[in-house]
């Protein structure tokens, strides 16, 4: 059984930073694809960046330049680095991988709430 344990949420100012970082564990032999993504009240949850294996990553055209996104393979973990926060990236943020164990499975965080306000 594999998990991923969030933790770097909270109450932050505009223009404020937060890291965020999510921990896998169990019985994993590789991790093929690390994102984070948001949910906002009332809104779909949408791809906020994503790393693969190889360091490739991809972010949403909003974060760009704000964001950013790295992982440590030997700890199993990701990051999310914010800075220059807005009011409008308040949401709760999940971590996603897709983790190899004895067969390919798609795992979620249980989610941190990222809140941008004065």
């Known amino acids: 059984q594999v998990q991923l344990v969030e933790s770097g949420g909270g109450l932050v100012q505009p223009g404020g930073s937060l890291r965020l970082s999510c921990a896998a564990s169990g019985s994993i032999f590789s991790i093929y694809h690390m994102g984070w993504y948001r949910q906002a009240p009332g809104k779909e949850r949408e791809l906020v960046a994503s790393?693969?294996?190889?360091?490739?990553?991809n972010y949403q055209d909003s974060v760009k330049g704000r964001f950013t996104i790295s992982r440590d393979n030997a700890k199993n973990t990701v990051y999310l680095q914010m800075n220059s926060l807005k009011p409008a990236d308040t949401a709760v943020y999940y971590c996603?991988?897709?983790?190899?164990?004895?067969?390919?499975?798609?795992?979620w965080g249980q989610g941190t709430l990222v809140t941008v306000s004065s």
């Open positions: 790393i693969r294996s190889g360091g490739t990553t």
């Open positions: 996603r991988m897709v983790v190899q164990t004895t067969s390919t499975l798609e795992v």
